[in-house]
């Protein structure tokens, strides 16, 4: 079992929908989440950081974080084809300056005019 | 503010052959983080250097090496090239660390043949 699970998609949505887009971990020890949306032949562009259970809201996006459940989403609403891209889940464990962070392999997101 | 840049942004290398892969980071980030991405891995970490010293290190071998400056520009050398090292290698940098807040920069698409 891989320590970060992201279901690849693709995922195709109508312009306008909210988006759903989860992971789920095994180790207990991760404590900052992070997600990234990574257009084709680009690198990746920070969305959300949180480090704490409960919801974070930015715009139309919002990260949900359940520690007890070892669960992560981003929700994006009123999506736009412009949201077409890849999304990254990310989490990282440690302390005092010693962290190794852990990428899930990425959510194909299509949202259609 | 300039984002993080990266240089070379295509390479096509032989088997056998060494790489050097040079970032600069936003300015004012002391924390350089490489990355390896393929399709069939994912995004992983390789290693962190934060002002100028190594800080953390991924799960690779000994050919992948780094180092960092003292205006925080960092390079990535890969010695020995392998076919399976062909991947985009980003990099990422941060005010305070991987565990924190990253900006990732466009990437280097390496192509070993």
């Known amino acids: 079992q891989k320590e970060v699970e992201q279901d690849p998609g693709p995922l195709s949505v109508p312009e306008g929908a909210i988006v759903s887009l989860n992971c789920t971990y095994s180790n207990s020890a991760f404590q900052y989440f992070m997600w990234y949306r990574q257009y084709s032949r680009k690198g990746p562009e920070l969305l959300m950081y949180?480090?704490?259970?409960g919801n974070k809201e930015d715009g139309r996006f919002t990260a949900q974080v359940d520690k007890s459940s070892k669960y992560i989403s981003l929700f994006i609403r009123d999506s736009q084809p412009s949201d077409s891209a890849t999304y990254l889940c990310a989490m990282t464990s440690g302390s005092g300056g010693s962290y190794i962070p852990t990428f899930g392999r990425g959510t194909s997101l299509i949202v259609h005019p | 503010k300039a984002g993080v840049t990266q240089t070379p942004r295509y390479l096509i290398k032989t088997r056998g052959q060494q790489v050097t892969l040079s970032c600069s980071p936003i300015?004012?980030?002391?924390?350089v983080s490489w990355y390896q991405q393929t399709p069939g891995q994912g995004l992983q970490f390789l290693f962190e250097?934060?002002?100028?010293?190594?800080?953390n290190k991924g799960n690779f071998p000994g050919r992948f090496s780094g180092r960092q400056f003292s205006n925080s520009r960092s390079e990535m050398n890969v010695s020995t090239l392998e076919l399976g090292d062909s991947a985009l290698y980003l990099c990422a940098s941060s005010l305070q660390g991987v565990g924190y807040e990253q900006y990732f920069g466009p990437g280097t698409r390496l192509t070993v043949t």
């Open positions: 300015s004012g980030h002391r924390s």
């Open positions: 949180t480090y704490s259970s």
């Open positions: 250097y934060f002002s100028e010293t190594q800080r």
